[in-house]
C-alpha cells in the first residue's frame, strides 16, 4: 500500500463519520427550526423576503413548511448518503471502481436537482408562511440566484468526472485483465 492509498483511506474515514453524522443531524436541525420558528427563523437568511407575521401562522403552517423543507433537505440527504458511499469504498481502497463512479454521479445529479428545486422549494414556503396573512400581504417568492447558478456548474463539473472515472475503471478492469 503506498502512502497516499493509506492518507486517502484514513482521511476517507473520517470523511465518511463526518457525512454519517450530517445524515442524522440535518433532519434533526430541521425538526428544531420549526418547532423553535419564531425564534429561530429570524436567524436564517432563507426567511428574510418573506413577508412572515408570526401571530398568523399556525401548527399547520409550521408542519407543511417542515414537510416541504424535508423535501429538499431530501435531496441533499441523498447526497450526503452517495459521499458516505464513496468514503466508505476509498476507506477500503477502492478508489477508481465503476461504483465510486456512479457514487460521485449521484451526489452530482443530487447537487443539480437541490439547484433546481430550490426555487419551488422557496416558493412553496413563502406561500405556506404567508397563507394565513389578510389579502394583500400574502406573498410567492420564487428567486433563483447566482447560488443556485454556482450549485449547477459544479453538479455539471462532477458528473462530466464521473463519466471520466467510469472509463477509467473501465481501463483499469481490461488492464487486470491482461496481466
Known amino acids: 500500500m503506498t502512502p497516499n492509498l493509506s492518507r486517502i483511506q484514513r482521511v476517507s474515514r473520517l470523511m465518511q463519520t463526518i457525512c454519517s453524522l ?7 436541525a430541521l425538526a428544531l427550526v420549526w418547532s423553535n420558528f419564531e425564534s429561530l427563523a429570524p436567524l436564517s437568511e432563507a426567511f428574510d423576503d ?3 407575521q408570526p401571530a398568523n401562522l399556525t401548527w399547520l403552517n409550521l408542519l407543511l413548511g417542515f414537510l416541504i423543507s424535508l423535501a429538499g433537505a431530501a ?13 466508505m469504498l476509498y476507506g477500503e481502497g477502492q478508489v477508481f471502481t465503476h461504483e465510486a463512479a456512479r457514487c460521485i454521479r449521484g451526489f452530482a445529479l443530487a447537487i443539480m436537482l437541490y439547484a433546481a428545486s430550490s426555487p419551488v422549494i422557496g416558493g412553496l414556503l413563502s ?5 394565513g396573512n389578510p389579502p394583500g400581504e400574502r406573498a410567492l417568492v420564487i428567486s433563483f440566484s447566482s447560488n443556485e447558478l454556482a450549485l449547477l456548474f459544479l453538479g455539471g463539473c462532477l458528473l462530466v468526472i464521473s463519466w471520466v472515472m467510469v472509463e477509467s475503471s473501465r481501463l483499469a478492469d481490461d488492464n487486470a485483465q491482461i496481466v
Open 22 to 28: 450530517i445524515l442524522v443531524a440535518v433532519p434533526l
Open 50 to 52: 418573506i413577508p412572515i
Open 75 to 87: 435531496v441533499v440527504l441523498y447526497g450526503i448518503a452517495r459521499l458516505r458511499r464513496l468514503f
Open 127 to 131: 406561500v405556506v408562511l404567508t397563507m
